[in-house]
């Protein structure tokens, strides 16, 4: 069962670039979500998608934009890189947009930008 | 808004220890509640979940009450074992929301 699959596991960035990072879900999921994870601050919600063709701002935003590619895929581009954004980034999937609902997560991605 | 707060850690025990983390939310409605856990160089993954007041979730031999009367869902273990080594997050869904709140995490080393 691969559940969430999130890639680069590991990425290193200078400033000012640019990259997206993936992820997909085979569990016929509706809604996905990017969040990022710093020292002391728990889990910071950065966009959702409550369901196909739909795309959200959750708390941290900036610096960030995303595609809901299609009911599977959900990705999480940086267009400018900057040092506040090295952080781990999970991505996670949800079966409905009811948020009783177990959350599913990636193993992550750690980013770094110097 | 709602919010969660859960004990700053990290928390050191020895193995065969009680466990006890705390975590009190304040939300609206009438939300559930869930232990996340985040063993090292993993994602989160769901430890339990309760959704209702006096429900109690328990998986692992962790058990956490849903105490509406004092907003808390602490989690508890009678008896740790290193591989309970790891990061819990208490977290919070409302229905009708689409986004779920997470406490800060509480790291836990059990020592053998």
């Known amino acids: 069962n691969a559940g969430v699959t999130q890639t680069p596991k590991f990425q290193v960035l200078k400033t000012g670039q640019s990259m997206t990072l993936q992820c997909a879900q085979d569990?016929?999921?509706?809604?996905m979500y990017w969040y990022r994870q710093d020292p002391g601050m728990g889990l910071r919600l950065i966009y959702y998608?409550?369901?196909?063709?739909?795309?959200d701002k959750g708390e941290v935003p900036n610096g960030y934009n995303v595609s809901r590619l299609n009911k599977r895929e959900f990705s999480l581009r940086l267009e400018s890189a900057a040092p506040s954004q090295t952080s781990v980034y999970f991505c996670a999937s949800r079966l409905s947009w009811a948020d009783n609902t177990e959350a599913f997560f990636g193993q992550g991605t750690r980013l770094t930008v110097v | 808004g709602d919010s969660v707060t859960q004990m700053e850690g990290p928390v050191t025990l020895s193995e065969e220890a009680f466990l006890t983390i705390n975590c009190t939310y304040t939300a609206t409605g009438y939300p559930s509640l869930f232990w996340y856990v985040q063993y090292p160089g993993e994602g989160l993954q769901l430890l339990l979940k309760a959704t209702k007041a006096d429900d109690k979730g328990s998986n692992k031999g962790f058990e956490a009450t849903y105490r509406k009367e004092t907003t808390s869902f602490h989690l508890e273990k009678g008896s740790v074992q290193v591989s309970d080594s790891a990061v819990y997050f208490c977290?919070?869904?409302?229905?009708?929301?689409?986004?779920?709140?997470f406490g800060a995490g509480t790291r836990l080393f059990v020592k053998a």
């Open positions: 569990m016929n999921h509706n809604s």
């Open positions: 977290a919070l869904g409302n229905t009708g929301g689409f986004k779920t709140i």
């Open positions: 998608s409550a369901s196909e063709g739909t795309t």
